[in-house]
């Protein structure tokens, strides 16, 4: 439970150091004393946003300190543990907020995250606001307050598996489905481009080659002719060369001329001249052009370079075109067998989402079931006997939830037809009705401290006197702080505050402090009389007090 709070420097609150007890501890205070200001600091510590505005006039930062005694086995042990953090049953949260907006957080001096701080005070206060109805009254949050109070975490968890298993399963039919339509679309393109390019089959490099062989075979006449001319002067040449060296053997009978290293000279000469002529005639031999081959050869060329221009792509590029058709032509083919196969996915995955789906239906109707009687049970001692309550549980479409849609229905009177809340009850009614709402669906963990705030608003009375007595029922089983104006629920208490507002040099403080028997039976006939408390309003505040539970005295 929380043990104690201190508040240093927030808004109005200059200094405030309070003890709270175990059972049930009432704040009270006129209008406008600064009740807000201790709930809002509170709520700071726990780590609900704070503003740099909330430190007070003139201070440099503001401080927070809450202090809590837990048994080993609080919900913040697991926190604790998974943070690094020690813990041996005493817990102290301290958190700073500076004047430029930053903010330090501290458990059991140990610098900690603002989320972690979070998890803590989640865990260890839960507040029943003044404006927290709002969820109460709207039918859309109906469901998670139900599956709260049926503790339907888990299911809720394997539901949500189960949906993104079938949402993706969906997606992938869908992408399949829509691959395929667009496949189907282009069928008579694809089949046609492919058939052109089954029948031409293009090779990377091919065009270059082609062209090659096409320039070569163009320009083998004009070469021809080159060596046609080579080859006849060769024979000019060799006819000379041969009558030269005749003659230059029967001028060689005279030794003394010295014509034989000549004569070897021109034997050499014409062994050369021989493979001259043999090469000429060997290239002649390559210059012999097919015209046909040239018409083949162009016609190839042509056919490639207008099916690159066709497909837009370079005449190298034919074959990844190619390639790339026929991968979407069995993609076509294939997008039959694939399509069944994502549709079985995609029953299989409905199927486990309708069984989780029903599942948690089944637990949504046995909890409906134990709060409608839970509520009855509520109502009764706040006077409200002849009222009714029902959780509907109707079928809605399928999300992430389930397919389930959750609705709170009351009637005031017997035999009245049962509607929303907000359109039935009236005031003190409403009142009444979100008190056992919240008695009903609060987690009730151990060690959780529950904090009303001004829960008894709108009823007086024997009303108020009810609902009092009910809060002290629940605070027999946890700690609970309210905020009250109620004469009759500020005499239940075990513990008794007064909030205070005052004027001092000109600057206004916000002031905290436990009330002594004499002062608590003074502020309780204030709360009955006004600010002129008389014999008679203190005798009817000490006859509320006689007349509260024992525990409260």
């Known amino acids: 439970m929380l043990v104690n709070l201190s508040i240093r420097d927030m808004l109005l609150i200059e200094q405030v150091d309070l003890r709270f007890g175990a059972g049930l501890n009432v704040l009270t205070g006129e209008t406008g ?19 740099a505005e909330m430190v007070r006039q003139g ?25 690094g953090l020690p813990f041996d049953g005493q817990l102290i949260l301290r958190r700073l907020n500076m004047r430029d907006g930053r903010k330090r ?38 469901r998670a307050l139900l599956d709260s109070f049926a503790g339907n975490e888990a299911a809720l968890e394997k539901l949500g598996a189960a949906w993104r298993g079938l949402r993706a399963a969906e ?71 041969l009558d030269a060296e005749r003659w230059m053997q029967d001028a060689n009978e005279e030794p003394e001329l010295g014509l034989g290293a000549p004569l070897e000279a021109m034997g050499r000469v014409m062994a050369e001249l021989g493979e001259v002529q043999a090469g000429v005639e060997a290239a002649l031999g390559r210059l012999d052009v097919d015209p046909y081959e040239l018409e083949r050869v162009e016609e190839r060329l042509f056919a490639l370079r207008a099916l690159a221009r066709k497909h837009q792509v370079q005449p190298d590029d034919l074959p990844e075109v190619w390639a790339g058709l026929q991968l979407r032509a069995q993609a076509l ?6 399509i069944a196969e994502l549709a079985s996915q995609r ?25 409608d009687k839970a509520m009855m049970a509520e109502l009764t001692p ?23 849609a959750v609705s709170f229905r009351v009637s005031t009177n017997p035999g009245a037809p049962a509607g929303a809340i907000e359109k039935i009850a009236s005031g003190g009614e409403l009142s009444r009705f979100l008190l056992a709402l919240k008695v009903c669906l609060t987690t009730r963990a151990s060690g959780l401290t529950l904090i009303f705030d001004e829960i008894d608003r709108g009823v007086g009375g024997a009303t108020a006197d009810a609902v009092g007595r009910r809060l002290a029922s629940v605070a027999l089983g946890a700690q609970v702080l309210v905020v009250t104006h109620s004469p009759q629920v500020a005499a239940m208490g075990q513990g008794h505050f ?56």
């Open 59 to 83: 201070a440099s930062l503001g401080e927070v300190i809450a202090e809590f005694e837990l048994d080993m086995s609080h919900a913040v042990a697991r926190i604790l543990e998974d943070a």
């Open 498 to 553: 007064v909030v205070s507002k005052s004027v001092q040099a000109g600057e206004t403080r916000t002031d905290v402090r436990a009330l002594t028997e004499a002062e608590r039976l003074d502020e309780i006939a204030r709360m009955l009389a006004g600010d002129v408390v008389s014999d008679g309003a203190k005798a009817a505040a000490q006859a509320l007090l006689d007349s509260a539970p024992v525990a409260a005295r």
């Open 347 to 371: 029953a299989e995955q409905a199927r486990a989402y309708r069984a989780a789906a029903d599942a948690l239906r089944g637990r949504r109707v046995a909890a409906a079931k134990r709060l």
């Open 171 to 241: 997606a992938a039919l869908a992408t399949a489905e829509a691959e395929v339509a667009a496949l189907k679309a282009d069928a008579d393109y694809v089949e046609h481009a492919l058939k052109e390019l089954d029948e031409l089959a293009p090779e990377t490099g091919e065009d270059q080659a082609l062209d090659s062989k096409r320039r070569l075979m163009q320009g083998a006449e004009r070469v021809r002719g080159d060596v046609d001319k080579a080859v006849q002067a060769q024979t000019a040449a060799e006819g000379l060369l």
């Open 105 to 142: 957080a501290f458990v059991n001096d140990r610098a900690v995250s603002a989320e972690v701080l979070r998890q803590l005070g989640a865990a260890l206060v839960e507040v029943h606001g003044q404006h927290d109805d709002r969820g109460l009254l709207n039918a859309k949050g109906h």
């Open 33 to 51: 004393a600064g009740k807000s200001i201790l709930l809002d600091s509170l709520g700071f510590v726990l780590g609900r946003r704070g503003r």
């Open 382 to 404: 706040l006077k409200m006997e002849n009222a009714g309550f029902e959780t509907l549980v109707e079928a809605a479409e399928d999300s992430a939830w389930g397919a389930d």
């Open 333 to 338: 083919e294939a997008g039959g067998s694939q």
